[in-house]
Every structure is written in structure tokens, then in C-alpha cells.
């Protein structure tokens, strides 16, 4: 399903946040949008979800996601947030469970297929050793891995990730990027994430959106955008970036 974004402003508190920001993401591709702390990327994932009040047109696949209930909406476009709030008690495999929630019907309970599809992501996910565990007994990043598997569970076309790998170690963090690379390409998903690692975003993404102060200041080829000026001018960071593996670009810190 694509995504699409045209003129996209959203205030926060009185104040511009993202200002005519618009974005292309073809059904079946991956988008990483990148940019500095504070640039406008979590706005940009709520806004697209329809959490926010905003000016422009957000569409996925041709419906504003803003008009649909919110069982309807997660049937279509799962969200990872940053921050979610853990219900504390809560088991992890229950948890992943409420990613089935828009398929039960009111008043009803999961059935065996919904189990089913909570333990296979518990599986993929390296997490079924904790399925029984509350989530408050979880270091960061299985914390952050269950909050992915629910997102996973709910089985929709579109999914959008913030920052879904910072806790993660660098083992977890290709399991989690081939594993959602995987479904985008057996099943077709559409993918837009947030990322601070700009060598993993270019390595995955087919496109990158950087982000600097609430507008669009580069989208295209990951090596289009990840260059040494634009990560200086926008990041105040001075990196040596190389060609790797497919000609995507690596990124290095240039020490003084
Ligand atoms: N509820 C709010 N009220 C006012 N300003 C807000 C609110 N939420 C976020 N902001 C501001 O909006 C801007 C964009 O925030 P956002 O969380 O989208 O940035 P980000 O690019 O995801 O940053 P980070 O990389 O630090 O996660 C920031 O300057 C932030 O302080």
C-alpha cells in the first residue's frame, strides 16, 4: 500500500513542527527518515497514523487514516512507538496478543490462530523464552523487541517504526532489520521508519528522508542523501563516508 504525504504542516504547542513535508513511499518499499534530535521524525509517524491535528493530505492507499475508527486503522498501518506505555503485570505474550485486538470481535476472545500468530512472532523475534515474564521484568532492549512483536502481530500492510533498534545490540539489530526485511518481501509490507544509525538506514532502506527542522532538506538514494556536507550541515557531525557492500554508503566519525 503507498503512502503518500503532500504539504504536511502539524504545530505542537503553538509552535511549527513540520512544515510542508511531503513523501512518497511505494507499497513494498522501505523508507528510513533520518535527522537530527528534535527534527520532527515521531511527529512525522503520528501525523501519518492520524494522531495529530495537521494541514496537507495524508493518504495510505488512497484513504486519509485520520477518518478511520481505530480498530479499522490498525487493521491497515501498525505503529512501534518510542515510547509506548507498558502496561506493567502484563505477560509478554499477552501483550503481543493486543496486536490481534482490531481481528477479535467486541465481547469476544482470541482464538487459536491469533495465539498461533503471537507465538510465531515470539519466535522470530527471539522471545519465547520470555513469553511468560511481566513486561516490567525486561531490560531495554527485549522491551523493545516485544513492543516490535505486537506491531508484528497485528498482520497489516503498512508498518511504521520509531527508532525501532536503539536498545538494541548489533545481533538484535539485524535480526529485527532482516526480519522486517524479510515480510516486506514475502508479504509485500510497506515500511517507513525513524532511525538515528545512518549506516543501517542506508544499508536497509530504499530510500531515505532526511529531516532537519521540520522540513524536508534531502529524499532520495541512500547515497544521495548520505553525504559528507549534508550530515555536516545538518547534524553538525564530520563523518568520512565510503562506498560498501551495493554501493551503499558508510558512515565513520572523523576524530580531530
Ligand atoms: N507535545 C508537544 N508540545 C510541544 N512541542 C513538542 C511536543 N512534542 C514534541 N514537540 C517538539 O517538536 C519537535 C519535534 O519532536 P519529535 O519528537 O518529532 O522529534 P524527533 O525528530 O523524533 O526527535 P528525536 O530524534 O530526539 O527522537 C521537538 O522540538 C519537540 O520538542
Request: neutral net charge.
Given at each position: 500500500m503507498t503512502?503518500?504525504?503532500r504539504g504536511?504542516?502539524?504545530?505542537?504547542?503553538g509552535r511549527?513542527?513540520?512544515?510542508g513535508?511531503?513523501?512518497?513511499v511505494?507499497?513494498?518499499?522501505?523508507?528510513?527518515?533520518?535527522?537530527?534530535n528534535g527534527a520532527g521524525?515521531s511527529?512525522l509517524l503520528?501525523a501519518?497514523l492520524?494522531?495529530?491535528?495537521?494541514?496537507?493530505?495524508?493518504?495510505?492507499?488512497?484513504?486519509?487514516l485520520g477518518?478511520?475508527k481505530p480498530?479499522?486503522?490498525?487493521?491497515?498501518v501498525?505503529y512501534?512507538?518510542?515510547?509506548p506505555?507498558?502496561?506493567?503485570?502484563?505477560?509478554v505474550?499477552?501483550?503481543t496478543l493486543?496486536?490481534?485486538?482490531?481481528?477479535?470481535?467486541?465481547l469476544?476472545?482470541e482464538g487459536?490462530?491469533?495465539?498461533?500468530i503471537a507465538?510465531?512472532v515470539?519466535?522470530?523475534l527471539?522471545?519465547?523464552?520470555f513469553?511468560?515474564?511481566?513486561?516490567d521484568h525486561?531490560?531495554?532492549g527485549?522491551?523493545?523487541r516485544?513492543?516490535?512483536a505486537?506491531?508484528?502481530?497485528?498482520q497489516?500492510s503498512?508498518l511504521l517504526?520509531?527508532?525501532p533498534?536503539?536498545?538494541?545490540d548489533?545481533?538484535?539489530?539485524q535480526q529485527?532489520?532482516?526480519?522486517v526485511?524479510q515480510?516486506?518481501?514475502?508479504d509485500?509490507?510497506?515500511v517507513?521508519?525513524t532511525i538515528?544509525?545512518?549506516?543501517?538506514?542506508?544499508?536497509?532502506a530504499?530510500?531515505?528522508v532526511?529531516?532537519?527542522?521540520?522540513?524536508?532538506?534531502?529524499?532520495g538514494a541512500?547515497?544521495?542523501?548520505?553525504?559528507?556536507?549534508?550530515v555536516e550541515?545538518?547534524?553538525g557531525?564530520?563523518?568520512?563516508?565510503?562506498s560498501?557492500?551495493?554501493?551503499?554508503?558508510?558512515?565513520?566519525?572523523?576524530?580531530?
Open positions: 503512502v503518500v504525504v504536511l504542516d502539524v504545530a505542537l504547542g511549527p513542527v513540520l512544515r513535508v511531503s513523501l512518497d511505494p507499497g513494498g518499499s522501505w523508507t528510513a527518515v533520518i535527522g537530527p521524525k511527529t503520528r501519518v492520524g494522531l495529530l491535528p495537521s494541514d496537507g493530505d495524508v493518504t495510505v492507499a488512497g484513504t486519509d477518518r478511520l480498530r479499522q486503522r490498525a487493521r491497515v501498525a512501534a512507538p518510542q515510547n506505555n507498558l502496561p506493567p503485570g502484563m505477560t505474550f499477552d501483550y493486543l496486536g490481534r485486538s482490531p481481528y477479535i470481535p467486541h469476544g476472545r487459536a490462530r491469533d495465539r498461533a507465538s510465531d515470539l519466535d522470530r527471539d522471545l519465547t523464552a513469553a511468560g515474564r511481566p513486561l525486561l531490560s531495554g527485549e522491551r523493545q516485544v513492543v516490535l505486537r506491531a508484528l502481530a497485528q497489516t503498512v517504526l520509531d527508532e533498534t536503539t536498545a538494541l548489533i545481533g538484535h539489530q529485527v532489520m532482516e526480519l526485511d515480510l516486506r518481501l514475502s509485500g509490507l510497506t517507513v521508519t538515528h544509525d545512518l549506516t543501517l538506514a542506508g544499508q536497509y530504499d530510500d531515505l532526511l529531516l532537519s527542522r521540520g522540513r524536508v532538506a534531502a529524499a541512500p547515497s544521495d542523501v548520505l553525504t559528507r556536507e549534508a550541515e545538518h547534524f557531525a564530520r563523518v568520512h563516508v565510503s560498501g557492500p551495493g554501493g551503499r554508503p558508510v558512515l565513520s566519525l572523523e576524530r580531530e
